[in-house]
T-cell receptor, first 106, second 114 residues
């Protein structure tokens, strides 16, 4: 089955800085690469996703980049704001990583 | 807007009790999932269903069963609750378009087994 690792497990940045979270996976057949955000007291919610025929996708301050050869994809958040503080999960091929807790300090 | 609702936000049960967690989605999704979420372990798949009366084991099905009698409803059953089943339980649903797609999650049920 798919083996998913997410790094780092916790990340603390100053407001306005960038944050990058990396996800590595083992199944080369995976073709769907989403990132979910989970705020306190809520279920995870999709924030951005990418299919395997695309290398990068941007949506305002967030972007996802995919390297299929190396089997990893990353979430990039620019100009971080306190409301970006949450737990982020990658889920390649529907298998969830362990999560990254992002804290944005004002 | 897709809505996935779970029957309880918080539940406290005693060891050995039979526990039912209910999940309902209103978007006619084919797929439904049950996960448990524990600190440092992320979301682990317990069971999923891709059609009415169909079910597939996930990564940690032991101690759990499921029921899907109607397309919109997916129930998780703990036959005899144990303290190691204290956790956050999340239900999700998605369209089936022959490949993985966005999952829509409910708010979760925090279960405590005493």
């Amino acid at each position: 089955g798919e083996n998913v690792e997410q790094h780092p497990s916790t990340l603390s940045v100053q407001e306005g800085d960038s944050a990058v979270i990396k996800c590595t996976y083992s199944d080369s057949a995976s073709n769907y690469f989403p990132w979910y955000k989970q705020e306190l007291g809520k279920g995870p919610q999709l924030i951005i996703d990418i299919r395997s025929n695309v290398g990068e996708k941007k949506d305002q301050r967030i972007a996802v980049t995919l390297n299929k050869t190396a089997k990893h994809f990353s979430l990039h958040i620019t100009e971080t704001q306190p409301e970006d503080s949450a737990v982020y999960f990658c889920a390649p091929g529907g298998v969830f990583g362990q999560g990254t807790t992002l804290q944005v300090k004002p | 807007d897709v809505k996935v609702t779970q029957s309880s936000r918080y539940l406290v049960k005693r060891t050995g009790e039979k526990v039912f967690l209910e999940c309902v989605q209103d978007m006619d999704h084919e797929n439904m999932f049950w996960y448990r979420q524990d600190p440092g372990l992320g979301l682990r798949l317990i069971y999923f269903s891709y059609d009415v009366k169909m079910k597939e084991k996930g990564d940690i099905p032991e101690g759990y069963s499921v029921s899907r009698e109607k397309k919109e409803r997916f129930s998780l059953i703990l036959e005899s609750a144990s303290t190691n089943q204290t956790s956050m339980y999340l239900c999700a649903s998605s369209f089936d378009r022959g490949t993985y797609n966005e999952q829509f999650f409910g708010p979760g049920t925090r279960l405590t087994v005493l």
